[in-house]
């Protein structure tokens, strides 16, 4: 018998119908997977669930009972929880005093001890260690994710919703997770897992639900199918999964880094006298877990944060240049965080797409935006990118977070730039609109542009780059061509050990 049952949903917006008519059930004791392309229905289907959104049509069933539930509180009662993509969780607080602020008690005091001690007891039971002490600011993301799901668990949730949870992890991360989410089916609980990485799909799911413009194509045994036909089922055709490459036409050095020194927010050297060059025609990956200097590296090249050391953009010291100045200079840059630095959320999708070159001529009359041109800007980028809206004028926050990236991705690649910076550019975008960015990246290149891709996915950096750099606590610890590149020696390089990753290669060779 399902545990949740979901009949004939309907939720309809301005312009768009989110989900027509979907139903679809949830057992416990077993990983469902709701698979499909941004924009498919699948968050809004689970904002019906948690009491988020109001559905226009359709029952929700709960142990076989009719149930409306109409806020998150009474969602929480029905034994649902749901840890959304982006966090709510208050970083200067702590974990217990986050889990405190989530309850719904209505006490003039609260024994955080209490609390404390049975958030110790969930996160050994489940796998989810996690000090409740601890600031928030001062956790991994992997961690903050924990407190997220530790806050679910703490209100007895049975059903745990979990939308695109291994997006900004790493594979330790990763690994930690499922063996959390295999001790939660243990206990017989439900997971509904939202993820666009097929390969984690066939790995943790029994149940797949593939969703397509709102409505349901079916639902399969993960045993009885695989990534092919999935990848088939969310697109609606056939996908391929190799990236076209044209011949590689290899120009000049654009980019040349020199002894570069770098610090995080918190004021911790995370680029420690780091050395790389990139020619026009390559794409250069960088590999590496999360928090090995990437960021503050890419920040520091832009213009983004202090630094030391010496920037040279096509033969040009651009050290101590503005972000602006080094734009200007025909440099495009898709960040790691598409809403804290790639898009104003509550800024039309139009200004968006025009967000760091609105003052360029084509845009303007006189002093002034010209509006019809922007507008006819917005309205190519949209059809070419498949940025799915009704309307150009609608706010970015009404986007998916994959058609937020797509936006970013479209403004960015749209300015042909000799010296691109991509970082994480499919992170929370399906396998249609990912194989369409690996293709528009790869144009980019062929057409002389030098590349920078940042990326924790290894089979991204292999597909895409034409040379790597393994990063490692802010120094580039080993660089390699495509060909002599194999995940075994990358997650040793990644894991701090040269000397065997060269002994590899000496095997192999």
Same mark, same amino acid.
């Given at each position: 018998?399902n545990f949740?049952?979901?009949?004939e949903?309907?939720?309809i917006y301005p312009?768009?119908?989110?989900?027509?008519?979907v139903?679809v059930?949830?057992?416990?004791?077993?990983?469902?997977?709701?698979?499909?392309?941004?924009g498919?229905?699948?968050?809004t289907?689970?904002?019906?669930?948690?009491?988020?959104a109001?559905?226009?049509?359709?029952?929700?069933?709960?142990?076989?009972k009719?149930t409306?539930?109409?806020?998150p509180?009474?969602?929480?009662?029905?034994g649902v929880?749901?840890?959304?993509q982006?966090?709510m969780l208050i970083p200067?607080?702590?974990?217990v005093?986050?889990?405190i602020?989530?309850?719904? =008690?209505k #006490?003039a005091? &609260?024994?955080k001890?209490?609390?404390?001690?049975?958030?110790? $007891? !969930? %996160?050994q039971k489940?796998?989810l260690l996690?000090?409740?002490y601890?600031?928030?600011?001062?956790?991994?993301?992997?961690?903050?994710?924990r407190?997220?799901i530790l806050?679910?668990?703490y209100?007895?949730?049975?059903?745990?919703?979990l939308?695109?949870?291994?997006?900004?992890?790493?594979?330790?991360?990763?690994r930690e997770?499922?063996v959390?989410i295999?001790?939660?089916?243990? =206990?017989d #609980?439900?997971v &509904?897992?939202?993820?666009?990485?097929?390969?984690?799909?066939? $790995? !943790? %799911?029994k149940?797949?639900?593939i969703?397509?413009?709102?409505?349901?194509?079916?639902?399969?045994?993960?045993?009885?199918?695989?990534?092919?036909?999935?990848?088939s089922m969310m697109?609606?055709?056939?996908?391929?999964?190799?990236?076209?490459?044209?011949?590689?036409k290899?120009?000049?050095t654009?980019?040349?880094?020199k002894d570069?020194h770098?610090k995080?927010?918190k004021?911790? =050297?995370?680029?420690?006298?780091l050395?790389m060059?990139?020619r026009?025609?390559?794409i250069?990956g !960088?590999?590496?877990v999360?928090?090995?200097?990437?960021?503050?590296?890419?920040?520091?090249?832009?213009g983004?944060?202090?630094?030391?050391g010496?920037?040279?953009i096509?033969?040009?010291?651009?050290?101590?240049s503005t972000?602006?100045?080094?734009l200007d200079?025909g440099?495009a840059?898709i960040?790691e965080d598409?809403?804290g630095m790639?898009?104003v959320?509550?800024m039309?999708?139009?200004?968006n797409l025009?967000l760091?070159?609105?003052?360029?001529?084509?845009?303007?009359?006189?002093?002034?935006?010209?509006?019809?041109?922007?507008?006819g800007?917005?309205g190519?980028?949209?059809?070419?990118?498949?940025?799915?809206?009704?309307?150009a004028?609608n706010?970015?926050?009404s986007?998916?977070?994959g058609?937020q990236q797509?936006?970013?991705?479209a403004r960015?690649?749209?300015?042909?730039?000799r010296?691109?910076?991509?970082?994480h550019?499919t992170?929370g975008?399906?396998?249609?609109?990912?194989?369409?960015?690996?293709?528009?990246?790869m144009?980019?290149?062929d057409?002389?542009c030098?590349v920078?891709l940042?990326?924790t996915e290894?089979?991204?950096?292999?597909s895409?780059?034409?040379?790597?750099g393994?990063?490692?606590e802010?120094?580039i610890?080993?660089?390699?061509?495509?060909?002599?590149?194999?995940?075994?020696?990358?997650g040793?390089?990644?894991?701090?050990?040269r000397?065997?990753?060269a002994?590899?290669v000496?095997?192999?060779?």
């Amino acid at each position: 018998m399902n545990f949740i049952e979901l009949k004939e949903i309907t939720k309809i917006y301005p312009g768009t119908v989110a989900c027509d008519k979907v139903s679809v059930g949830f057992r416990r004791g077993e990983v469902h997977t709701l698979l499909g392309e941004n924009g498919a229905g699948k968050s809004t289907l689970m904002n019906v669930l948690y009491g988020l959104a109001k559905p226009d049509g359709g029952t929700i069933f709960v142990n076989g009972k009719e149930t409306e539930i109409d806020s998150p509180k009474t969602a929480i009662a029905c034994g649902v929880g749901m840890v959304h993509q982006h966090f709510m969780l208050i970083p200067t607080l702590t974990v217990v005093e986050n889990v405190i602020l989530s309850l719904d =008690e209505k #006490k003039a005091f &609260i024994d955080k001890k209490r609390v404390a001690a049975r958030i110790l $007891e !969930i %996160s050994q039971k489940y796998g989810l260690l996690v000090d409740p002490y601890a600031k928030v600011s001062s956790l991994t993301v992997g961690q903050q994710q924990r407190v997220e799901i530790l806050k679910a668990l703490y209100k007895n949730c049975d059903l745990l919703v979990l939308d695109e949870p291994t997006a900004v992890l790493t594979p330790q991360e990763i690994r930690e997770l499922f063996v959390a989410i295999r001790n939660l089916i243990a =206990e017989d #609980k439900a997971v &509904i897992f939202i993820s666009h990485k097929l390969n984690e799909v066939m $790995e !943790i %799911s029994k149940v797949i639900t593939i969703l397509h413009l709102g409505k349901v194509v079916g639902s399969v045994n993960a045993c009885d199918t695989n990534a092919r036909e999935l990848a088939s089922m969310m697109v609606g055709k056939e996908v391929s999964f190799e990236v076209a490459r044209g011949e590689q036409k290899l120009g000049g050095t654009m980019l040349e880094v020199k002894d570069m020194h770098a610090k995080d927010s918190k004021g911790v =050297e995370t680029v420690r006298g780091l050395n790389m060059q990139v020619r026009a025609g390559e794409i250069y990956g !960088i590999a590496g877990v999360d928090g090995n200097g990437q960021s503050e590296l890419i920040r520091g090249i832009v213009g983004l944060c202090k630094k030391t050391g010496t920037v040279l953009i096509g033969g040009e010291d651009m050290s101590k240049s503005t972000p602006r100045q080094i734009l200007d200079k025909g440099v495009a840059h898709i960040p790691e965080d598409r809403q804290g630095m790639g898009v104003v959320m509550k800024m039309p999708i139009r200004n968006n797409l025009v967000l760091d070159t609105f003052y360029d001529e084509k845009f303007t009359k006189g002093v002034f935006l010209d509006w019809k041109k922007v507008d006819g800007q917005a309205g190519y980028l949209i059809e070419h990118y498949g940025i799915k809206t009704p309307d150009a004028g609608n706010p970015v926050s009404s986007l998916s977070g994959g058609n937020q990236q797509k936006v970013v991705v479209a403004r960015e690649l749209d300015k042909q730039p000799r010296l691109l910076f991509a970082v994480h550019p499919t992170r929370g975008v399906d396998i249609g609109a990912t194989q369409f960015i690996h293709e528009q990246i790869m144009a980019a290149r062929d057409a002389g542009c030098a590349v920078v891709l940042v990326s924790t996915e290894l089979d991204e950096i292999i597909s895409l780059s034409d040379r790597i750099g393994v990063i490692y606590e802010g120094v580039i610890l080993g660089e390699m061509d495509r060909k002599d590149a194999n995940y075994e020696r990358l997650g040793l390089l990644m894991a701090g050990k040269r000397d065997e990753a060269a002994q590899t290669v000496g095997k192999e060779g």
